[in-house]
């Protein structure tokens, strides 16, 4: 009989999945006997900090692992640790979410571990296969998320829309994937790489990326792949929401950047040209819908698309200066995401989601400090300085230009130019329209006051020291 070898396992290249995927099973298994949300809110906070700190460790480790199908470098470990710290604030949002929801917070916390765990598998991913075991671990976790609320009927429509559809962005990977395989005769990204340049059957690799630009679409929800997300968006519930607007886009952008970077960069005059017009559809349609929406929920949905337009104008760039646009921008886009949906968290209630822009009137006055936190993300999402997400955009429409994308650069600028006609209407309603009457006191909400503090102390920090945090990202992106 012939003997199985197993490939060799560098150890210290798994420890940021391994630890997560133990933190899953450990919080799955609690869930069976501990009843208090509280307590398992704090076992996966100390968790997934403590997963943070020993990735954080591995900073300047570089190994390739599984036969050259699982990297670790300075790329994996940029997104592995915004992926953590993105988990750390949803939970912190979700101790007070879950609050009489009747969501099982063990089921909970456990689903939002292992859709981490897919997501730090995307981003070291070197094989397409290991890209689609990563999508497959994040995506059914996040499918289960979205109808956490069993009880409320948009939840269940939100999670069956979001797993139909993301059953058919499966499939066009599954077929990109075996095309790219016919033509190339490989799953790697390196060999890829080195067989584009030679391969015969050229019309079929490309039909075989024009699939892969589908599925990834559908992911970082750029159009006219989008159409799920502003239903998806509104009905789960919000914590899940802000995870999938933050983490699940940057996981879908952190393997979108290295396979079609790496393994397709012989292919950049032809994928760049479709690109460019996805990223041009993408940013136009986000920021047009967006203007008529009366929901925040439904208008923070539209937003997070024309946001991975941005993104888009970086990846078309491509180079040094795009790559690390894109990676920076991801980084400023979730902090001031995630306090953005925290605030829209905040004002919800059991039977009474306050989405509306009515829901926001006075709140400035009635509720300040969410009205001052709420104004720092608008004002960021709209690209004001000296916030995070001003630097955002000049690094991005900076690279664009600097690779002679100028007619994107322009229809950045203005739609960033749209964009702060909608971000405004929430400030008006905040602070100049009559405040609405308030039924009731208050619920204390500790835990998720501090994750909107938390993100929006960090959106100013970003926008004013912008360059520690470029650093960080030009080095996550040379490693690749």
């Known amino acids: 009989m012939e003997q199985l070898?197993?490939?060799?396992?560098?150890?210290?290249?798994?420890?940021?999945?391994?630890?997560?995927?133990?933190?899953?099973?450990?919080?799955?298994?609690?869930?069976?006997?501990?009843?208090?949300?509280?307590?398992?809110?704090?076992?996966?906070?100390?968790?997934?900090?403590?997963?943070a700190v020993a990735t954080a460790c591995l900073a300047g480790q570089k190994s390739i692992t599984f036969n050259g199908t699982f990297a670790l470098d300075g790329y994996a470990l940029f997104f592995d640790l915004l992926f953590l710290v993105t988990g750390i604030v949803v939970v912190l949002m979700s101790m007070t979410y879950?609050?009489?929801?009747?969501?099982?917070?063990?089921?909970?916390?456990?689903?939002?571990?292992?859709?981490?765990?897919?997501?730090?598998?995307?981003?070291s991913a070197t094989d397409l296969i290991v890209v689609f075991l990563g999508l497959e671990i994040m995506s059914i976790s996040v499918y289960v998320l979205a109808g956490a609320w069993r009880t409320q009927l948009r939840s269940n429509e939100a999670a069956m829309k979001y797993f139909l559809l993301g059953a058919f962005a499966t499939g066009f990977l599954l077929y990109g994937i075996a095309l790219v395989y016919g033509a190339t005769g490989a799953f790697r990204l390196d060999q890829i790489a080195a067989a584009v340049g030679g391969t015969p059957n050229r019309s079929m690799l490309i039909a075989g990326v024009a699939m892969l630009i589908v599925a990834f679409g559908f992911k970082v929800a750029a159009a006219p792949f989008h159409m799920w997300t502003p239903d998806v968006y509104e009905g789960a519930p919000t914590t899940v929401t802000a995870l999938m607007a933050v983490a699940v886009k940057a996981a879908g952008f952190a393997a979108f950047v290295r396979v079609f970077l790496h393994g397709f960069g012989g292919l950049h005059a032809d994928w760049s040209m479709l690109l460019w017009v996805i990223a041009a559809l993408t940013m136009t349609v986000g920021n047009v819908l967006a203007l008529a929406q009366r929901s925040v929920k439904r208008m923070l949905a539209y937003s997070s698309v024309a946001h991975a337009g941005y993104i888009l104008v970086a990846l078309v760039a491509a180079g040094s200066a795009g790559g690390t646009a894109a990676l920076f921008y991801l980084l400023v886009y979730s902090f001031m995401t995630l306090g953005?949906?925290?605030?829209?968290?905040?004002?919800?209630?059991?039977?009474?989601?306050?989405?509306?822009?009515?829901?926001?009137?006075?709140?400035?006055?009635?509720?300040?400090?969410?009205?001052?936190?709420?104004?720092?993300?608008?004002?960021?999402?709209?690209?004001?300085?000296?916030?995070?997400?001003?630097?955002?955009?000049?690094?991005?429409?900076?690279?664009?230009?600097?690779?002679?994308?100028?007619?994107?650069?322009?229809?950045?600028?203005l739609n960033s130019a749209i964009s702060a006609a909608y971000y405004v209407r929430v400030l008006i309603a905040m602070y100049l329209t009559p405040a609405a009457e308030e039924h009731g006191r208050v619920p204390r909400q500790p835990y998720l006051l501090t994750s909107i503090v938390l993100s929006a102390v960090m959106t100013v920090v970003v926008g004013v020291f912008p360059a520690i945090w470029m650093q960080l990202a030009r080095f996550g992106f040379l490693s690749l």
């Open 5 to 51: 070898l197993l490939p060799a396992i560098d150890w210290l290249a798994i420890l940021p999945v391994g630890l997560t995927s133990i933190l899953g099973l450990v919080l799955l298994a609690l869930g069976l006997f501990v009843d208090d949300d509280e307590t398992l809110g704090w076992i996966t906070l100390i968790g997934l900090a403590v997963t």
């Open 98 to 123: 879950l609050e009489g929801t009747g969501i099982p917070s063990g089921d909970y916390y456990g689903l939002v571990v292992f859709a981490i765990a897919g997501m730090i598998v995307m981003a």
């Open 340 to 413: 953005a949906f925290g605030v829209v968290a905040a004002l919800g209630s059991v039977g009474e989601p306050n989405e509306t822009l009515d829901d926001y009137a006075g709140l400035g006055f009635r509720r300040p400090l969410l009205g001052v936190t709420m104004t720092i993300f608008m004002l960021s999402l709209t690209g004001i300085p000296p916030l995070a997400g001003f630097a955002g955009k000049l690094y991005v429409f900076t690279a664009a230009i600097r690779e002679g994308y100028y007619v994107l650069a322009v229809i950045g600028v």
